[in-house]
């Protein structure tokens, strides 16, 4: 059974850094693109960043910049470098993968996800 196992938030004063790490396992056939999502309390869930398998990534305008997404393949882990943080970067940050769980395709899989808390 596909699971993502996320570590790193905590609490930070604005103007630092957190590195968030997330691991999967029972990857099935593959690994595709990995993400951060983020959800702030009364507000929907969003993409803060994404990187392909081939390590193309993508970032929320909000974050461009401060944060930093990588992946290591070896490992089935992508990691969030998180820097010059603001508190409205408060949230439960959500790991996200697509992992080809059958031959015919691939399904999105979550991390139970971890609280940010930024601190002004």
């Known amino acids: 059974q596909v699971q993502l196992v996320e570590s790193g938030g905590g609490l930070v004063q604005a103007g630092g850094s957190l590195r968030l790490s997330c691991a999967a396992s029972?990857?099935?056939?593959?690994?595709?693109?990995m993400g951060w999502y983020r959800q702030a309390p009364g507000k929907q869930r969003e993409l803060v960043a994404s990187?392909?398998?081939?390590?193309?990534?993508m970032y929320a305008d909000s974050v461009k910049g401060r944060f930093t997404i990588s992946r290591d393949n070896a490992k089935n882990a992508v990691y969030l470098q998180m820097n010059s943080l603001k508190p409205e970067d408060t949230a439960v940050y959500f790991c996200?993968?697509?992992?080809?769980?059958?031959?015919?395709?691939?399904?999105?899989?979550w991390g139970q996800g971890t609280q940010v808390t930024v601190s002004s």
């Open positions: 029972d990857t099935g056939f593959g690994i595709n693109a």
């Open positions: 990187i392909g398998s081939g390590g193309s990534a």
């Open positions: 996200a993968a697509d992992i080809w769980d059958s031959p015919f395709g691939a399904s999105r899989f």
